[in-house]
């Protein structure tokens, strides 16, 4: 059985077992794709079958793509790294930092400097997500920003509410997973006065012939969208309305203006892939460049100290593997034998960054490879706990292991 025959029986039995709705899965190699598949259903109920050009919710693959738009407008000297963000943001001055994330939102101390554009493109600035953390800070997070995706808050409300949150570190002290890129994409839009969506399609999207990716999905296309499934309380799999923990809501009002830069997009496998293979600037590929190669190598080099690597933690577990560390927007292999799958396991250089809804890349520009596998693996947090959709994060791992055969 051929790699490509393996990676589509390994969906198949997901689907059949109930742990997937389906997933799609794509290979980029030697100049072209070498394994696609799209299984299982886009509406399950009705039998309606998954396709190559599916549209998902890609959730946290959205950051990569905010972070390359930022890249490219650092090149056009909008922006340096070092330049404080009070100089588009002054509702970022003056801000506290708490002695302890599950503490009281006064129990804070002076941040000893302003955060940086580098510090949002490494989430070294004190920034989270509050559903991360027990106590009051959860609560503020949701009153102050509205959902974590699809939020009823302005643009300029919405910054200025996350301004009004104690951070939970200094600026630049540690990696802390969180809005931070949400920022980054609002204070891009600010600086150039349109909206998110807008500079995207300029950037990114038009130029990579990407016209299935957005923050919404256009009436015609909307046949197209995957359906969201997630679990009920006995890990079943069910259909879902709304993303986790209210995150989007059912159809995104034409009126709705902020857009998530951390995680809002819908894209395709086609799409993606124009995308991730700006990540192989390599000799004998048909390169797709949108920024020099010097701005790419700052962009894919480790930057967080050894320190900052071992104390990263994600809802209690450690963020990063040993061999994997992270650049500017995206997690970077540094040692390929201690690398793990989920940040991206290839040579050294290698990139990627998963979502939380299941969706899975990356570029390996030592073999000039491309993997991606999307899905809508929607898991509530308490679900997670009782270990509903863990076959769906698995099936990553899967697809990684018999993706060089294909």
């Given at each position: 059985m051929t790699g490509q025959e393996q990676i589509a029986a390994m969906l198949d039995r997901l689907v059949a077992a109930g742990e997937i709705a389906g997933a799609a899965t794509l290979v980029w190699r030697d100049g072209r794709v070498v394994q696609h598949a799209a299984v299982g259903w886009s509406d399950r109920e009705n039998q309606v079958p998954l396709r190559r050009d599916s549209l998902f919710r890609i959730a946290s693959l959205t950051k990569p793509v905010t972070a390359m738009a930022a890249m490219v407008l650092m090149e056009r000297g909008r922006f340096?790294?070092?330049?404080?963000?009070?100089?588009?943001?002054?509702?970022?001055?003056?801000?506290?930092?708490l002695t302890s994330p599950a503490g009281a939102l006064d129990d804070t101390v002076p941040a000893v400097r302003a955060i940086t554009f580098e510090d949002l493109l490494t989430h070294r600035a004190g920034l989270t997500y509050g559903a991360f953390h027990p106590g009051p800070l959860a609560a503020a997070h949701a009153a102050a920003l509205g959902g974590d995706i699809d939020s009823v808050m302005s643009p300029d409300a919405w910054i200025a509410g996350l301004a009004s949150l104690p951070l939970v570190d200094q600026p630049g002290a540690g990696f802390h997973y969180g809005h931070s890129t949400d920022l980054l994409g609002q204070l891009l839009a600010r600086m150039e006065g349109v909206s998110l969506g807008t500079l995207l399609h300029r950037l990114i999207f038009q130029p990579l012939g990407m016209a299935d990716t957005g923050f919404t999905v256009s009436g015609l296309k909307r046949d197209r969208r995957a359906g969201l499934y997630g679990f009920d309380p006995d890990g079943a799999l069910k259909r879902l309305a709304v993303a986790p923990g209210g995150a989007t809501v059912e159809d995104r009002p034409a009126d709705m203006t902020y857009e998530s830069g951390g995680a809002g997009l819908w894209s395709t496998l086609d799409d993606y892939l124009a995308f991730a293979r700006v990540f192989l600037d390599r000799p004998g590929l048909d390169t797709l460049r949108l920024v020099r190669p010097e701005t790419l190598a700052l962009m894919t080099t480790n930057r967080l100290t050894a320190d900052q690597r071992a104390r990263a933690t994600t809802m209690g577990m450690p963020t990063f593997a040993p061999g994997n560390g992270f650049g500017l927007g995206v997690a970077v292999v540094t040692d390929p034998d201690s690398a793990a799958v989920m940040h991206g396991k290839g040579g050294v250089g290698t990139v990627g960054w998963p979502g939380a809804y299941g969706g899975w890349w990356q570029a390996d520009p030592t073999d000039g490879s491309v993997m991606i596998l999307l899905q809508h693996n929607m898991v509530e947090?308490?679900?997670?706990?009782?270990?509903?959709?863990?076959?769906?994060?698995?099936?990553?791992?899967?697809?990684?292991?018999?993706?060089p055969a294909a």
């Open positions: 340096r790294l070092e330049d404080p963000i009070i100089d588009i943001a002054p509702e970022f001055a003056g801000m506290r930092v947090l308490e679900g997670l706990m009782k270990g509903h959709g863990l076959a769906g994060y698995g099936a990553i791992q899967q697809f990684h292991s018999l993706a």
